[in-house]
T-cell receptor
Framework: GDSVTQMEGPVTLSEEAFLTINCTYT??????LFWYVQYPGEGLQLLLK?????DKGSNKGFEATYRKETTSFHLEKGSVQVSDSAVYFC??????????FGTGTRLTVIP | GAVVSQHPSRVICKSGTSVKIECRSL??????MFWYRQFPKQSLMLMAT?????????EQGVEKDKFLINHASLTLSTLTVTSAHPEDSSFYIC?????????????FGQGTRLTVV
């Protein structure tokens, strides 16, 4: 079945450090892939997405490339800020309406 | 942008009582809403799909008589946890899809932390 495996946290980084959060997926067909972010006290917000192989989603300095050959969609940012502290969820949409989520990774950025 | 509002954000209730959680789409109509549940250190798991004007569709293993879903209007879905027990303590979150031009985006509520004591 469809599933997402996400790097477990928590992750603690110093400001301006490089961030990678790994995400791999299992799906039949050609799913769309997403990264959602949840800031403290708020709902999940779409951070970026990619709908087909080799697409790169980007937003707010974050990037992720849809790699079909490795079934991966790793999230990266070159220089994190304290304001990036949040929980990050990788998700896939296999073509139906609902989403399959990873477990979430809590990121804490310290000054 | 589109906003989905979920209320309450936190609730503590006694074992055996019922709790209602509301999910509203504030600036768009949602014929379908989704209810998820998250256990500690686990993924968000889809519980049910809420359909406006018809019965909800429950995922396997989710008790429909325990988790009552009502989607009475195009902007409101409610989840009622009936006769709550401590094992129902969890984080519940709703989402609604907004149809765009050739694209569909999911918007999420803030989530509800339910603690049953």
């Amino acid at each position: 079945g469809d599933s997402v495996t996400q790097m477990e946290g928590p992750v603690t980084l110093s400001e301006e450090a490089f961030l990678t959060i790994n995400c791999t997926y299992t799906a039949t067909g050609y799913p769309s892939l997403f990264w959602y972010v949840q800031y403290p006290g708020e709902g999940l917000q779409l951070l970026l997405k990619a709908t087909k192989a080799d697409d790169k989603g980007s937003n707010k300095g974050f990037e992720a490339t849809y790699r079909k050959e490795t079934t991966s969609f790793h999230l990266e940012k070159g220089s994190v800020q304290v304001s990036d502290s949040a929980v990050y969820f990788c998700a896939l949409n296999p073509g139906a309406n609902n989403l399959f989520f990873g477990t979430g990774t809590r990121l804490t950025v310290i000054p | 942008g589109a906003v989905v509002s979920q209320h309450p954000s936190r609730v503590i209730c006694k074992s055996g009582t019922s709790v209602k959680i509301e999910c509203r789409s504030l600036d768009f109509q949602a014929t379908t809403m989704f209810w998820y549940r998250q256990f500690p250190k686990q993924s968000l798991m889809l519980m049910a799909t809420s359909n406006e004007g018809s019965k909800a569709t429950y995922e396997q293993g989710v008790e429909k008589d325990k988790f009552l879903i009502n989607h009475a209007s195009l902007t409101l879905s409610t989840l009622t946890v009936t006769s709550a027990h401590p094992e129902d303590s969890s984080f519940y979150i709703c989402s609604a899809n907004r149809q765009g031009w050739g694209d569909t985006e999911a918007f999420f509520g803030q989530g509800t932390r339910l603690t049953v004591v």
